[in-house]
């Protein structure tokens, strides 16, 4: 084995940063999957990962920088019978860890798929460690379906909503509190089928706008919800109760003697879930005429009309 810090081409005062992004790098370009041609991409691919099993951990790398072990990740002493305790003790190389941290990192940028990079090529890419190539087998698990899910205000309100996944499976979900138009929640074990087990069902959220509900016509802003409330004009003129609805209820509320149009009463608490908390209904009074003419009051305003002028 060379030098890690020569193998990964960076300095001795490197840090993980660095080192980390300088295998990303040589693992991109040296995976056997893109090298098929080349049979000494692999050998490199194996050897940016030993490398980086010594040099990206840190311990080992304290213990490299000391002396104690080598490149290969051996104690010192024992290089020349490759890694093997020659008086029996079977020591290996040092940690045991094998090459989980470059496995990691090799899963992020290929997924599984890296895991069988040596198929064809001689097993494991990365020297032949049965347990590893054990995990390499691993059958692909089954694609992932793609669902999209229109959210009412009141499911919203409940903070769950039913996703249909096949003609005979419907599931019920948790919608976040703070939940936006286009986020995807993904359900693990609810995709296609596969010979490594079910994919994962990705399902991308619409958030309704409104909804007519008793009657009455909600609008989402944010968390909050406006509803135009209609109101007598006696009750306007001298104050009174008027009745709110709400998504599952309704609720009786003081009307200020002299109210206009427009004028808004904030019901807290009774809106939609938020990152912060609930947020508030925001009734509108709509101050209506009588349905029949009424005469007095025609009388009345005309009175003080005359009695102005």
Do not use: C
């Not at 005062?13 to 300088?22: L, Q």
């Not at 370009?29 to 490199?44: C, I, V």
């Not at 499976?169 to 074990?189: H, W």
């Not at 008027?242 to 004028?263: E, F, I, Y």
């Amino acid at each position: 084995m060379r030098d890690p810090y020569q193998v990964l081409g960076v300095a001795k005062s490197a840090d993980e940063k660095e080192i980390k992004s300088a295998f990303r790098k040589l693992a991109k370009k040296y995976h056997p999957d893109q090298n098929s041609g080349d049979p000494k991409a692999k050998e490199k691919f194996a050897e940016a990962g030993q490398a980086y099993e010594i040099i990206g951990d840190k311990d080992k790398r304290r213990r490299f920088d000391a002396g104690e072990i080598g490149p290969d990740g051996a104690e010192r002493g024992f290089e020349g019978f490759g890694g093997d305790n020659p008086f029996g003790g079977g020591r290996g190389p040092a940690g045991g860890g094998g090459f989980s941290g470059a496995e990691d990192i090799l899963s992020q940028m290929f997924g599984g798929g890296f895991r069988s990079a040596g198929g064809g090529m001689g097993g494991d890419p990365f020297g032949g460690d049965p347990r590893r190539q054990a995990r390499q087998a691993r059958p692909p698990k089954g694609a992932d379906r793609q669902v999209n899910l229109t959210v009412s205000l009141q499911q919203l309100s409940q903070g769950k909503a039913p996703v249909r996944l096949g003609p005979d499976r419907t599931v019920n979900i948790t919608i976040p509190k703070d939940a936006s138009d286009g986020q995807t929640i993904r359900l693990k074990g609810q995709g296609g089928e596969g010979p490594g087990g079910r994919g994962d069902a990705l399902v991308t959220l619409t958030l309704a706008q409104s909804a007519v509900i008793d009657g009455a016509r909600f609008t989402r802003e944010g968390s909050n919800l406006r509803v135009h409330v209609p109101v007598p004009l006696k009750t306007a003129v001298l104050g009174g109760k008027a009745r709110v609805p709400l998504l599952k209820s309704a609720v009786s509320l003081n009307v200020p003697a002299w109210s206009t149009s427009g004028t808004i009463l904030r019901v807290r608490g009774k809106g939609l879930p938020g990152a912060d908390g609930s947020g508030d209904v925001l009734a509108v009074l709509a101050i209506e005429l009588p349905e029949e003419k009424d005469e007095a009051l025609i009388a009345l305003l005309t009175g003080k009309a005359e009695h102005a002028a």
